[in-house]
């Protein structure tokens, strides 16, 4: 249980924490930034417990399916996520990214591991309808922040249900780190061909103060370094059903720290869309529960 509560904490902080950075640096800049530190963190840790062999044990399959995995967390759902935070407010990034295991039971039900039932139609239906509630302006006019934080969701949802099976095979630790490395090399790559990195990105890094130095210095160890490897723990500890209630417990957690640490308002359709998110992965859970 320590994992998953570490990891809940960790996780539930990401969009709180980056928020006030948006103004400061480019969202792709720093996700570059915090998974760089991460994967230091990592590999920092793997070389003092002696685990830096164990990379000689992975196979060219092992290899490419986890740089393919970490090009989609690091360089495709986490860029979007950052994006979310920079367009929308934090608690709204935080629970429409936490509609993931929606699209986990959709997922599964494209590849045959679910059937496309009555019990798993209306949960879905009810937590999309919950994303609309969510961020609603002018009627259906949902703005770049939800559809930014729809995509983190979806991919991440994608990428939790192949490390599942990635992890039957290799230590959480190793499988971040080769994860992280070509994430982070994919990152690096777009930004230098998209010309991200300017003059203004290097002067707003030197006018940086105290505060905003020790926010990413956590954003790479605590949240990208540990909250990852806490994670992985959590998943091969735990069922993939049990380990889901993470992202169940994370909206009203992220919510909280934004009301009182950035001050963030947020009215009744967002407690509305909220609960209905909750409610439609609640329903996944003990539908599959019962199922497994």
Known sequence: MLYFFLTLFFFSTLEIASKPLMGLLDPFFLTLIRFSIGLITILFFMFLSGQGKSFFKLTRKQIITLGLLGVLNVFFSMSMLQLAVKTS???TAAVVFCSNPLFVLMFSIFNGEAKASIKNI???LLGIAGVVFVKVDNGLNLDHGVIYALLASVSFAFYTVLNKKILKKTNPMTTNAVSFLFGVIALFL????SGRINNDSITNIKNFDLGSILTILYLGVFV?????????KTLQKYSAVSSSYIFLLKPSIATILAIILLGERVGLNFWVGMLMIVSGGIMILRTRKKAG
Do not use: C, E, K
């Open 190 to 193: 777009f930004i230098l061909l």
């Open 122 to 124: 209306v949960p879905i």
């Open 224 to 232: 990208s370094g540990l909250g990852y490897f806490t994670f992985f």
């Open 89 to 91: 407010s934090a608690s």
